[in-house]
C-alpha cells in the first residue's frame, strides 16, 4: 500500500493566519490526492481533488499544490470556521490510503 | 442533492457478525462506486473496501480481507458492508462514501454508524 505521511500532526494558529499543511506519498501518485476537512462528531467533507481543483462550494481561501510524492493544502486567511482536523488521501491505486490527519487548533 | 443515509448504531459481542446499510439517494447509483471507510475512537481515516454496483465487482483492503463484504442492492439503492468475528479493536464509526469516479476521491459521505464490540 501507499504510505501518507502528513506534517504537522497538530498546529495551532490564530484566526488570520496563514497555514500550510504538507502530505507525503511513499511513491509517486502524480496528482491523484484529495484533501478533506473533518469537524468532531461529522463525516470529512471534501476540500480539493486533483491535487489542486478546487470542490464546488469550497471558499477560495483554500488552496491545494503539489504531484508526484509531496502535496500542499494551504488555508490563505484562518477563518473560525476552519479549526478542524485535515486528510489528505491518494487515489492513484486502487486501495485509496489516507493519511493520519493534521488537527488545526486554535492558538 | 446526494444523500447518503446509513443505519443506526450498534452494540456487538466479540465473535459476531455486523451488518451496516448505506442507502442513496438523489444521485445514480448504479454508475458510482461505494466505499467503506472507518475512524476509530480518536484516530484517522481507514478504507475498508468498495464496489461497484454497477458491475458488482468489489475491492478490499488487504487488512479485510476475508472478513470483510460489501454488497449493493441496485433496486433499492442501498450498499450495505459485512464484518465477521468481530474484536474490540473493529469499535469505529463506520462510514460509506461515494466515490465520483472508479477508484477516485470521495464526494458525498453518510452520517456515519457507530459500532461498539463489548462484552
Known amino acids: 500500500d501507499i504510505q501518507m505521511t502528513q506534517s504537522p500532526s497538530t498546529l495551532s494558529a490564530s484566526v488570520g493566519d496563514r497555514v500550510t499543511i504538507t502530505c507525503r506519498a511513499s511513491?509517486?501518485?502524480?496528482?491523484?490526492l484529495a484533501w478533506y476537512q473533518q469537524k468532531p462528531g461529522k463525516a470529512p467533507k471534501l476540500l480539493i481533488y486533483?491535487?489542486?481543483t478546487l470542490e464546488s462550494g469550497v471558499p477560495s481561501r483554500f488552496s491545494g499544490s503539489g504531484s508526484g510524492t509531496e502535496f500542499t493544502l494551504i488555508i490563505s486567511s484562518l477563518q473560525p470556521d476552519d479549526f478542524a482536523t485535515y486528510y489528505c488521501?491518494?487515489?492513484?491505486?486502487?486501495?485509496?490510503?489516507f493519511g493520519q490527519g493534521t488537527k488545526v487548533e486554535i492558538k | 442533492q446526494v444523500q447518503l443515509v446509513q443505519s443506526g448504531a450498534e452494540v456487538k459481542k466479540p465473535g459476531s457478525s455486523l451488518k451496516v446499510s448505506c442507502k442513496a439517494s438523489?444521485?445514480?447509483?448504479?454508475?458510482?462506486?461505494i466505499s467503506w471507510v472507518r475512524q476509530a475512537p480518536g484516530q484517522g481515516l481507514e478504507w475498508m473496501g468498495g464496489?461497484?454496483?454497477?458491475?458488482?465487482?468489489?475491492n478490499y483492503a488487504q487488512k479485510f480481507q476475508g472478513r470483510v463484504t460489501i454488497t449493493a442492492d441496485e433496486s433499492t439503492s442501498t450498499a450495505y458492508m459485512e464484518l465477521s468475528s468481530l474484536r474490540s479493536e473493529d469499535t469505529a464509526v463506520y462510514y460509506c462514501?461515494?466515490?465520483?469516479?472508479?477508484?477516485?476521491?470521495?464526494?458525498?459521505w453518510g452520517q456515519g454508524t457507530l459500532v461498539t464490540v463489548s462484552s
Open positions: 488521501q491518494q487515489y492513484n491505486s486502487y486501495s485509496p490510503t
Open positions: 486533483k491535487a489542486s
Open positions: 464496489i461497484i454496483p454497477i458491475f458488482g465487482t468489489t
Open positions: 438523489g444521485g445514480t447509483f448504479s454508475s458510482y462506486g
Open positions: 511513491q509517486s501518485i502524480s496528482s491523484w
Open positions: 462514501a461515494r466515490q465520483r469516479s472508479v477508484g477516485s476521491f470521495f464526494d458525498y
